[in-house]
Structures are given as structure tokens and as C-alpha cells.
């Protein structure tokens, strides 16, 4: 234990240059000479083998000659002291005192090898297995003693040790009554002073609590910064280096040896694993968006064609995003904590539609709301003050101004000229009036939706729409109506009840079947890649930037 945790690790400092200011401790080594040298001075063992040899045949005396011939062969050393009777060695954790008597009797073995071959002779299997001795070696020498197997064993036990690198646990036992609560305070302080833990304890606290070589470093902590990763082409100890000090480490906490470098607290070993799975768990989520954005790609594509299949021959185009790839999440829903609580967390994981459109009430007043689509909700959003008594009081906070579960919507109305206004009729309630620029992709997404739980969606195509207004304490509610016709204006204009629109591409256009030259330099599909976003020459444009639910959230809307 001492030579493997105490003495081989400060000279491990040593050997690598590391500034270590050296720990004394006791080195039993000079007790274990003691007791097992065979030379210069002779060890306690080899005197008594020697008594046992030189005595075999007589009992009386033998102890008495033993401690005789073991004062006078370690009488000076400084950890043996003789006495009447008996003889003291100061072991590691203090002086112990060896009675003589009975010593020799007990170290002769009396089973000589005749008898051995006897009893490996036996019909009996369980009796020769208590044999095992190979007694055709060291033919004609005496009979092993108890202190020779001992040593033996001993060192078989130690050479095994030191080709390993063992982990100790050091039990302690608190007591002699086997009761909870009773603590021996002599009795565990001298076993802390046996096992050494005081010692190692002195070592840990000043050593490093871990050293690798600079190569086995680098390859497990390269990934931390650009330069060692995947490799690192220059020194090692350059490599661990540069890696140090991009992690901002302390000068304090390392340092490195002639090979290896030593890390001295495992708060800082702690920090560079954290690192580690940080930086792991980053490129994780770049291969599962690269392939997300290869599967939405599919999913969207086939929605976009789907849509045509809606649309055409019943609505004009809004010119420059006939060509628009399907995104979904135009408002960011999934990185939108405040969002996703107000949905709820089943809700939110489900493949759906999310933007910013513009609300009109019964008067056609325009209204912000954060519009929301899942598998059983749509959700209307808006900003407001809190005004609920608490520490929320007073602050600016998403609410859900309206939910309409899907299998309530009845139908869906839209015009057929290039405006934006899709009304949304409700079964046994009123309606709602949106406006949003993605009303192609949100028509398609409902449908499919409502044709997955068996029910489907009627789409009408008309130029004046009655809706179904809320009842409210100063209107009984009823019925409203809103016109559409062309107009001269790029942007919708919107005046009472009435929508003007100039006109739009053919309704029977599809994608790629037209150069936009004059709506924001944009090409035709059939050219070139499909274009992200609306145009320019689009009048309502999204608040925020679109943001593709399959770049930031394991599930991709």
C-alpha cells in the first residue's frame, strides 16, 4: 500500500519535474526487512527457521534458544527490542510485543511428502484435492515451515499487486458491540494510524487528483477547441496546452511533466468533462438537424403539392410566393418557452403550424395575434398586461385570447383574389377573421389535419363572405359580411366591410410557370432552387423571421 500510494506517486512528481514539496511518512520497508530477510542482518523468519532446523527433534528449549539467537542477530536494529520472554517490533501503526513460547512448535511442518504422496494416493477425489502440493520438486530438501509459506505467498501476492494498478478501500470498524451509534474513539483512531490514511490523505489533498499522458489528453479533450480537433498536428504538450487555456483554466489547477500533464482538483477535471458533453452534444444536434432538414424538405414539398391541388383554378396568386418553400414556424414556437406552456407540453411536441397573422373583429379592426396550429387546437395569442394580483403584476405576457378545437371548425372561407384573409367558421360559435401571408400553407395544413381524424375540411371560394360575429353584452352577435374587389393599390386596402386587391397571377398558375420581373428580381421554380420566404412585393410580411421547427426542436413541425 505504501509503496503504490505514497512513495511511487511522489516519485512520480519527481520523475516528471513537477514542483511537489515532499511528504515525510513512516516506510515499513525496514520493519518488513526485519522480519523476512535471510541476510545481513538475518530476519526474524530465517532465525526461527533456522532454531526449527537445528532442533527439530526436541520441544524443550527451542523457544527459549530462538529468542536467544533472535536478540543477538536483531538486537540492533532499531525497530526490535528483546525483554524476558518475549521480543518487541515497532510496526507501521505502533509497538507490538510476541510472546515466545509456542513459536517453534508452531512453525515446523510436520506433514512430510511421504505422507502427502499418501493422501494423493487416495480412490477419493475430495481427499486429493486436499493435496495440492507438487512434491516431486526440491526432492531431499527439509520440510517447509510455516514462516517460508508465508513469505512465499506473500510475495506472489505483492509481485501480482504491482503489475496492476489497484484501487484501495479502507474499512473501518467503529466498534467492538456491533451497535449502531457506538463509536470507539481509541479504537478508530488507532486504525487510522495503521491503515495510513493519515499519510495518504496529506499526499491527495497536495498531489493532483489526475495525470495522463499528453497524447491520451488530447485525444480525449481535442474536441474542446477547432485547432486540436480532430487531431492536433504539433507537440503533444503544445496541444494540452492550447487546450488549457481556451477552457480558461487556472495556471493553479495543472501542471504539466516531462510527459504527462497533472490536473489538481476534480472541480476542474469536472469542468473540462462538462466541456466535453457540451461540444458532443452540439455536434449531436447538427447531424439530427442536417437530417431533419432533409426529411422536412420531403414533408414540405409534398404539402406544397398538395396545396396546388387546392388551390389552382379558384384563387389568384400572390405574385413572388408561388415559389415559396412551406417553413411552418414562422415565429420561432419551439424556442418560445411562454408559447409552449400556454399550448402545453403534449400539444407543443405535435406536428402543426405557427405565425404571426392579424386578427379583425366584427368593426374590421386589426389586431396582432400569434397564431398556432396543433393536432387538436388552434390558438390565438396575444401580448397583454398582467393585471392578476402577484409578482406577474403589471409585467407584458403572452394569453390566449381564443382556442378553437379542430374537429369544432366547420369550414373555412377565402376570396378569389390574391389577399390574405381566411375566415375560419366555427361550429356553434362565432367566427374568426385572419389575415396572414401563409394562408396557402395554413389551408393545406388544416386540411390534412382534419382528413387524418375522418373528418376533412370544406373550402368555399367566394367574393363575399358572411361570417358569424360573438355575442357580447352590448351586441347580440348575428351575422356580418365582407366584399372583395380588384384594386389599384399594391397592398391590400381595407375600408368598412369591403376588400380591394389589385390583381394577382392567373389562378391557374403553378410554380415555376412564371418569371417574376417585377416582383423583387425573383425566378421561376422551373430555373432555379425554390425561394425561402415571401418577396419583397409582398405587403404583409411576417414580424419576425421565419425559423424552421426542425432546426430547433427534436421534433420537427
Same mark, same amino acid.
Given at each position: 500500500f505504501i509503496e503504490l500510494t505514497l512513495k511511487s506517486e511522489q516519485e512520480e512528481y519527481?520523475?516528471?519535474?513537477?514542483?511537489?514539496?515532499?511528504?515525510?511518512f513512516f516506510n515499513n520497508k525496514i520493519v518488513c526487512e526485519l522480519i523476512e530477510s535471510k541476510r545481513n542482518p538475518v530476519g526474524v523468519m530465517s532465525v526461527l527457521d533456522d532454531v526449527c532446523a537445528t532442533m527439530h527433534a526436541q520441544g524443550?528449549?527451542?523457544?527459549?534458544?530462538?529468542?536467544?539467537?533472535?536478540?543477538?542477530?536483531?538486537?540492533?536494529?532499531?525497530?526490535?527490542?528483546?525483554?524476558?520472554?518475549?521480543?518487541?517490533?515497532?510496526? @507501521?501503526?505502533?509497538?507490538?510485543c510476541y510472546t515466545?513460547?509456542?513459536?517453534?512448535?508452531?512453525n515446523r511442518d510436520v506433514l512430510y511428502k511421504d505422507l502427502i504422496r499418501l493422501m494423493q494416493a487416495s480412490n477419493v477425489p475430495f481427499i486429493k484435492q486436499l493435496f495440492p502440493e507438487d512434491t516431486h520438486q526440491d526432492q531431499g530438501k527439509r520440510p517447509t515451515t510455516a514462516s517460508?509459506?508465508?513469505?512465499?505467498?506473500?510475495?506472489?501476492?505483492?509481485?501480482?499487486? /504491482?503489475?496492476?494498478?489497484?484501487?484501495?478501500?479502507?474499512?473501518? %470498524?467503529? +466498534?467492538?458491540?456491533?451497535?449502531?451509534? *457506538?463509536w470507539d474513539a481509541e479504537r478508530n483512531l488507532h486504525q487510522v494510524k495503521y491503515l495510513g490514511l493519515k499519510e495518504n490523505i496529506r499526499v491527495r489533498r497536495a498531489g493532483f487528483a489526475y495525470r495522463a499522458p499528453c497524447d491520451r489528453f488530447l485525444r480525449r479533450y481535442g474536441i474542446l477547441t477547432d485547432q486540436t480537433f480532430p487531431s492536433w498536428r504539433g507537440d503533444p504538450k503544445a496541444g494540452v496546452a492550447h487546450i488549457l487555456q481556451a477552457v480558461q483554466m487556472e495556471p493553479?489547477? @495543472?501542471?504539466?511533466?516531462?510527459?504527462?500533464?497533472?490536473? %489538481?482538483?476534480?472541480?476542474?477535471?469536472?469542468?473540462?468533462?462538462?466541456?466535453?458533453?457540451?461540444?458532443?452534444?452540439?455536434?449531436?444536434?447538427? =447531424?439530427?438537424?442536417?437530417?431533419?432538414?432533409?426529411? *422536412?424538405?420531403?414533408?414540405?414539398?409534398?404539402? %406544397?403539392l398538395k396545396s396546388q391541388s387546392i388551390l389552382l383554378g379558384k384563387k389568384e396568386r400572390r405574385r413572388g410566393s408561388i415559389n415559396r418553400m412551406f417553413?411552418?414556424?414562422?415565429?420561432?414556437?419551439?424556442? #418560445?418557452?411562454?408559447?409552449? +406552456?400556454?399550448?402545453?407540453?403534449?400539444?407543443?411536441q405535435t406536428n402543426g403550424f405557427a405565425a404571426s397573422v392579424t386578427k379583425y373583429d366584427r368593426r374590421m379592426k386589426a389586431q396582432k395575434r400569434d397564431f398556432v396550429l396543433t393536432d387538436a387546437n388552434i390558438f390565438m395569442i396575444a401580448l397583454e398586461k398582467c393585471k392578476d394580483k402577484g409578482p406577474n403584476k403589471g409585467k407584458i405576457m403572452h394569453v390566449v385570447k381564443r382556442q378553437i378545437p379542430l374537429q369544432s371548425v366547420a369550414s373555412v372561407s377565402t376570396?378569389?383574389? !390574391?389577399?390574405?384573409?381566411?375566415?375560419?367558421?366555427?361550429?356553434?360559435? @362565432? *367566427?374568426?377573421?385572419?389575415?396572414?401571408?401563409?394562408?396557402?400553407?395554413?389551408i393545406t =395544413?388544416?386540411?390534412?389535419?382534419?382528413?387524418? !381524424?375522418?373528418?376533412?375540411?370544406?373550402? +368555399?371560394?367566394? #367574393?363575399?363572405?358572411? @361570417?358569424?360575429?360573438?355575442?357580447?353584452?352590448?351586441?347580440?352577435?348575428?351575422?356580418?359580411?365582407?366584399?372583395?374587389?380588384?384594386? #389599384?393599390?399594391?397592398? /391590400?386596402?381595407?375600408?368598412?366591410?369591403?376588400?380591394?386587391?389589385?390583381?394577382?397571377?392567373?389562378? #391557374?398558375?403553378?410554380?415555376?410557370?412564371?418569371?417574376?420581373?417585377?416582383?423583387g428580381g425573383g425566378r421561376s421554380g422551373g430555373g432555379g432552387r425554390l425561394r425561402h420566404g415571401p418577396s419583397s412585393a409582398v405587403p404583409c410580411t411576417p414580424t419576425r423571421r421565419p425559423t424552421p421547427m426542425s432546426s430547433t426542436s427534436p421534433r420537427a413541425w
Open positions: 519527481v520523475s516528471e519535474g513537477i514542483k511537489w514539496t515532499p511528504i515525510d524443550d528449549g527451542a523457544d527459549g534458544k530462538f529468542l536467544e539467537k533472535v536478540a543477538a542477530a536483531c538486537g540492533s536494529h532499531e525497530c526490535f527490542s528483546g525483554g524476558p520472554g518475549q521480543f518487541r517490533i515497532k510496526h @507501521y501503526a505502533g509497538e507490538v515466545v513460547t509456542g513459536f517453534c512448535e508452531r517460508t509459506k508465508i513469505k512465499s505467498q506473500a510475495g506472489v501476492l505483492v509481485t501480482t499487486l /504491482m503489475k496492476c494498478t489497484p484501487h484501495y478501500i479502507r474499512c473501518i %470498524k467503529p +466498534n467492538e458491540t456491533k451497535r449502531p451509534g *457506538d493553479k489547477e @495543472y501542471q504539466q511533466g516531462a510527459s504527462k500533464i497533472f490536473i %489538481k482538483s476534480p472541480e476542474s477535471l469536472f469542468l473540462l468533462e462538462e466541456l466535453r458533453e457540451r461540444k458532443y452534444d452540439k455536434y449531436a444536434k447538427v =447531424i439530427q438537424r442536417a437530417y431533419r432538414k432533409w426529411r *422536412d424538405v420531403k414533408v414540405f414539398q409534398e404539402l %406544397k417553413v411552418s414556424d414562422y415565429i420561432g414556437f419551439l424556442d #418560445n418557452h411562454s408559447l409552449r +406552456n400556454l399550448v402545453g407540453k403534449k400539444e407543443a376570396s378569389t383574389y !390574391q389577399d390574405d384573409v381566411v375566415v375560419i367558421h366555427v361550429q356553434g360559435d @362565432y *367566427d374568426s377573421v385572419i389575415s396572414t401571408v401563409f394562408k396557402t400553407e395554413f =395544413i388544416l386540411k390534412e389535419k382534419l382528413e387524418k !381524424q375522418g373528418k376533412g375540411l370544406t373550402i +368555399n371560394f367566394t #367574393n363575399t363572405i358572411k @361570417y358569424t360575429v360573438k355575442k357580447t353584452t352590448f351586441d347580440r352577435g348575428g351575422t356580418k359580411e365582407i366584399k372583395f374587389q380588384p384594386g #389599384n393599390t399594391p397592398s /391590400m386596402a381595407i375600408k368598412g366591410n369591403v376588400v380591394s386587391v389589385e390583381p394577382g397571377l392567373p389562378s #391557374n398558375s403553378e410554380p415555376g410557370a412564371h418569371i417574376f420581373a417585377n416582383a
